[in-house]
């Protein structure tokens, strides 16, 4: 006997589960299938973001920065710290416990807001009358019927032709949020965004880290002047990047991993490392999905294909998150996933994805959104820009980090804020500002007329809209 719903979403990360809770609280009787085992077999909802991604990656940033922080930068506070030690396995520990609080608690969500939760693959089955059959193949397997379909099944790292992960000499993702010593050498391909932060990490745990990316411009989607600014701290921090390298064969050896490769110059060069993090960037999920038995089309990169607003081309068949076009974002997808429940429910669910926000979570923290001043000059559009650093931020001199700056662009006719830029302490929290501004359309005048605390760091996201008009009060 089949089970009944109104909505079935396949997959339980942040695209999925939201989706689910959204869904449900419009009235509807949602079911979430999701397949994640935890180390024990149990259920782990949440998905990549919460699993191997966004959370446990911040939870190690952050217990890194503070041994850091013990190191070498408690002595210039007065605070003498001595025989600083390491403790991988309590901290490895505690990012699991987090990612186990993560799992919990969006298990509590499901309860509260009685969202019907399956463990287990889900697959299509067959069109039906009314809906769709999807088969789950769990401990418990199940056949549930859905008038409405939402695929929320994300994406997997992708890995250097011909040489698998292994998790143990090779990583991934997973694999570089648990490696179980710190590797003397670590060699890392790909300097994005997982590359920089599991970089930062394992270089602040001590090890040596060498990033190669085969693009000649380092951080290309940020903003120019911003990603030199951030150079500089990777460079202080020991990061060895380099850019504009051609990756050749990698052989996997028992102790160790030998990349031969060819440098911006043309060299033939080889490095040699303990273990090597492959992070190129990560490729839609829809193994397992069984779109051939209903005809669900992906597109010519093996994403779901949706319109604008996340249709697929089966009426009823939505698709969110990782597993469609655009950025691979936690946000992004939270909010398709909201967007397309209210859909569902003869809403005007929207996502603008002009203002979806950047975040890096290195030291110093990168943020943006909007366009970048090479965007801008690339289209033609006149603009005015305004930079403020945190060298004249009386909170960042007191917190003892003065790293960065922010950067307003604004529209030289209109002043209309077109991109805001930042590299510096917190830029993760300060950039909702921006977003904010950016939703209501607000010019650089609106931010430089607004008042903001002092002392805080936001006094410089002001003094930078201040500075697109040249009057600076603090600088
Ligand atoms: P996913 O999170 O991938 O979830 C998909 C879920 O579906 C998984 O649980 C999977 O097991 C399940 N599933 C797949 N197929 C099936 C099936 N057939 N049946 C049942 N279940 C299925 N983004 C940010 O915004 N901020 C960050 O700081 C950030 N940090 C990151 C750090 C790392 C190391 C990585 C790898 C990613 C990071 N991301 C970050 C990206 C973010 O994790 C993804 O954009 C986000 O998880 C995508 O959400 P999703 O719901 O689309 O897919
Ligand atoms: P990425 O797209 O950020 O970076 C991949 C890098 O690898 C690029 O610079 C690319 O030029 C380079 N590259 C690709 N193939 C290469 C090759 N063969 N040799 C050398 N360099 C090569 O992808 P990444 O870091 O794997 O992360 C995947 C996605 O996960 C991100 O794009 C982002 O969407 C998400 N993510 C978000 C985070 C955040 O929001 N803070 C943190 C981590 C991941």
């Not at 590797?183 to 920089?196: D, F, S, T, Y």
């Not at 190129?280 to 999905?289: A, E, M, Q």
Request: proline share 4%; hydrophobic share 40%.
């Amino acid at each position: 006997m089949s089970k009944q719903f109104d909505v079935i979403v396949i997959g339980g990360g942040p695209g999925g589960y939201v989706a689910a809770i959204r869904a449900a609280q419009l009235g509807f009787n949602t079911a979430c299938i999701d397949a994640w085992k935890n180390g024990k077999g149990g259920p782990a909802p949440g998905g990549t973001c919460t699993n191997v991604g966004c959370i446990p990656s911040k939870a190690l940033l952050q217990s890194s920065e503070h041994y850091e922080m013990a190191r070498h930068h408690l002595a210039d506070h007065g605070v003498e710290v001595k025989g600083v030690d390491l403790d991988l396995a309590k901290m490895i520990g505690r990012k699991d416990a987090v990612v186990k609080q993560n799992n919990d608690g969006i298990l509590y969500l499901f309860k509260k807001n009685k969202v019907s939760f399956f463990h287990g693959r889900g697959a299509f089955a067959r069109a039906v009358d009314g809906g769709y059959e999807i088969q789950v193949d769990g401990d418990k397997p199940e056949t549930l019927v859905g008038k409405h379909v939402i695929v929320a099944t994300g994406s997997n790292a992708r890995a250097l032709p011909g040489v698998p992960f292994d998790e143990d000499k090779v990583l991934s993702n997973d694999g570089a949020l648990r490696i179980p010593a710190v590797p003397k050498k670590l060699g890392v391909i790909g300097a994005g965004v997982i590359g920089l932060e599991m970089g930062s990490v394992w270089r602040r745990l001590g090890a040596e880290v060498t990033i190669l990316e085969g693009l000649p411009t380092f951080l290309g989607a940020a903003d120019e002047q911003i990603a030199k600014e951030a150079r500089k701290s990777f460079d202080k921090l020991g990061l060895n990047i380099q850019l504009g390298v051609q990756v050749g064969e990698v052989q996997v050896g028992k102790k160790q991993v030998s990349i031969a490769y060819t440098d911006a110059q043309g060299a033939a060069k080889t490095l040699e490392v303990d273990r090597l993090i492959v992070s190129i960037g990560r490729v839609p999920n829809t193994t397992g999905l069984n779109v051939e038995a209903v005809g669900l089309q992906l597109d010519e990169r093996g994403f779901i294909a949706v319109d604008g607003e996340c249709r697929t081309n089966l009426p009823n068949v939505w698709a969110v998150g990782d597993v469609v076009r655009g950025p691979m974002l936690a946000h992004k997808s939270e909010e398709e996933g909201v967007a397309v429940a209210e859909r569902i429910a003869g809403q005007h669910g929207h996502v603008n994805f002009d203002t979806i926000p950047w975040v890096i979570y290195t030291t110093p923290e990168i943020a943006w959104v909007g366009r970048t001043e090479q965007q801008l000059k690339q289209q033609g559009v006149a603009y005015r820009a305004g930079t403020f650093p945190f060298l004249a931020n009386g909170r960042a001199r007191a917190l003892g980090d003065t790293t960065g700056m922010v950067k307003f662009l604004a529209d030289a006719a209109t002043d209309e804020i077109l991109g805001v830029h930042i590299v510096g302490p917190m830029a993760s929290e300060l950039i909702s500002e921006a977003v904010v501004a950016m939703e209501f359309k607000a010019s650089s005048e609106d931010i430089a007329r607004i008042c903001h605390a002092h002392p805080t760091l936001s006094e410089a996201v002001k003094e930078a809209a201040l500075a697109v008009d040249k009057r600076t009060l603090n600088f």
